[in-house]
């Protein structure tokens, strides 16, 4: 990969993360770019050491899976408050100031698990990720986005109140060990899942 074209998905990632931010969790944080283009850098030495071993073909899992991980390990974003924050202070160098507690600490993990949910629908889209036999793309869609608003709720569609899986997800990524390879299977149950009505 040449450095221009690492630098194109590290200023994709970087509008993508800052998408995330200001319209999906309605936080006014900063993106660094360089952290996004270490990222990029890390994501496809991983996927180049898969490709050795693996030969063929890497899952897309796999692909959506590094990339949320050295999001959440890196951590590009910094500064980030809840919109409404920055509102009720007068301004976000009032916050960083007098409200240091006002931050929000775990947003990585947070565009981390965002990114992967916007990077499988593209998956989907694309046909990177395969429908089942059986189903047609937009019944296989809207029912793993049906499981996956489940998920980040805590219910289910049994009724039955698995706690919030998302609030546990994210402690987990934040203070326990928590590798690539937890992202991969959480993504493939949440295929599998949706493959079976």
Same mark, same amino acid.
């Given at each position: 990969?040449?450095?221009?074209?690492?630098?194109?998905?590290?200023?994709?990632? &970087?509008?993508?993360?800052? %998408?995330? /931010?200001?319209?999906?969790l309605n936080y006014?944080?900063?993106? #660094?770019?360089? *952290?996004?283009?270490?990222?990029?850098?890390? &994501?496809?030495?991983?996927? %180049?050491? /898969?490709?050795?071993?693996?030969?063929?073909?890497?899952?897309? #899992?796999?692909? *959506?899976?590094?990339?949320?991980?050295?999001?959440?390990?890196?951590?590009?974003?910094?500064?980030?408050?809840?919109?409404?924050?920055?509102?009720?202070y007068g301004s976000?160098?009032?916050?960083?100031?007098?409200?240091?507690?006002?931050?929000?600490?775990?947003?990585?993990?947070?565009?981390?698990?965002?990114?992967?949910?916007?990077?499988?629908?593209?998956?989907?889209?694309?046909?990177?990720?395969?429908?089942?036999?059986?189903?047609?793309?937009?019944?296989?869609?809207?029912?793993l986005a049906n499981?996956?608003?489940?998920?980040?709720?805590?219910?289910?569609?049994?009724?039955?109140?698995?706690?919030?899986?998302?609030?546990?997800?994210?402690?987990?990524?934040?203070?326990?060990?928590?590798?690539?390879?937890?992202?991969?299977?959480?993504?493939?149950?949440?295929?599998?899942?949706?493959?079976?009505?």
């Open positions: 990969m040449t450095p221009y074209q690492i630098s194109r998905l590290a200023l994709d990632l &970087h509008e993508k993360l800052s %998408d995330i /931010l200001d319209n999906d006014d944080g900063h993106v #660094s770019i360089s *952290i996004c283009n270490q990222i990029i850098i890390h &994501h496809f030495r991983d996927m %180049d050491r /898969l490709y050795a071993v693996h030969q063929k073909l890497v899952q897309p #899992s796999k692909h *959506i899976a590094y990339l949320a991980f050295w999001i959440r390990k890196l951590k590009p974003v910094s500064q980030a408050y809840k919109k409404a924050s920055v509102t009720k976000k160098e009032r916050l960083i100031a007098e409200f240091p507690q006002e931050e929000v600490e775990d947003v990585n993990e947070k565009c981390s698990l965002y990114y992967a949910v916007a990077l499988l629908n593209t998956f989907l889209q694309s046909g990177n990720i395969k429908v089942p036999s059986g189903m047609t793309k937009v019944a296989y869609t809207t029912r499981i996956m608003g489940d998920y980040f709720r805590g219910d289910d569609s049994s009724g039955m109140n698995l706690g919030n899986r998302y609030e546990a997800v994210l402690y987990d990524m934040r203070y326990r060990t928590f590798g690539p390879h937890h992202f991969v299977h959480i993504i493939n149950h949440l295929l599998a899942e949706a493959a079976h009505p």
